[in-house]
């Protein structure tokens, strides 16, 4: 998607060769222009795929995934990283390291709002080594639900999370695929689908 790429160039952070900052308009600060565009993107993308819930993760995933669901005419169900005392039966969970803030989460989400008949596709921010999206799928699986499929935002196509998604079969849909980011600059890859 050129409108992200030119946005990750333009402002995102290059902190290490792995690491890439884009809090200016996703990770903190959020650009609802360019976010309405990301979810037309993931609309147009997933249109037959017959989605009924759009599952993220908190936080970074909910703005993409909220205007996906937007057009898409679909709810959203964000998985909590933590507990809450309104959250407390009828629970899927599942454990989740983070790449970025180096810490495991016990993720869940309520039963009552991802169910055997859903079709879900799962959104989220960013895929480094695929921990977040294997722990949503551990939770639809448990729900019975069935998968449509999986949107990225932005892949570090050089981490281990995009093959490990795509070597299950499943459809992987990454809007920007970052091939590189040593010297401190960007590089994309094309664009991955498996179907």
């Not at 949503?136 to 448990?142: F, K, N, P, T, V």
């Amino acid at each position: 998607m050129k409108a992200l790429q030119e946005k990750i160039v333009s402002e995102g952070k290059v902190l290490s060769d792995t690491v890439l900052k884009v809090d200016s308009f996703l990770n903190h600060q959020i650009d609802p222009n360019l976010m309405k565009e990301i979810g037309e993107e993931f609309a147009v993308r997933f249109q037959e795929a017959g989605v009924t819930k759009i599952v993220t993760i908190e936080s970074s995933g909910i703005a993409p995934a909220t205007m996906a669901g937007l057009l898409m005419n679909v709810p959203v169900v964000f998985a909590r990283k933590r507990k809450s005392l309104t959250l407390s039966e009828n629970l899927y969970t599942a454990q989740v390291h983070s790449f970025t803030k180096k810490e495991t989460n016990e993720i869940s989400i309520s039963g009552d709002f991802v169910q055997q008949d859903d079709v879900v596709l799962i959104i989220d921010d960013f895929l480094a080594n695929g921990q977040a999206v294997l722990g949503l799928l551990d939770m639809i699986e448990q729900a019975g639900a069935s998968l449509a499929g999986v949107g990225i935002v932005i892949e570090k196509g050089f981490q281990t999370g995009g093959q490990l998604i795509r070597d299950r079969g499943i459809r992987l849909e990454s809007l920007a695929n970052v091939a590189s980011l040593k010297n401190g600059k960007v590089e994309f890859m094309e664009e991955s689908t498996v179907q």
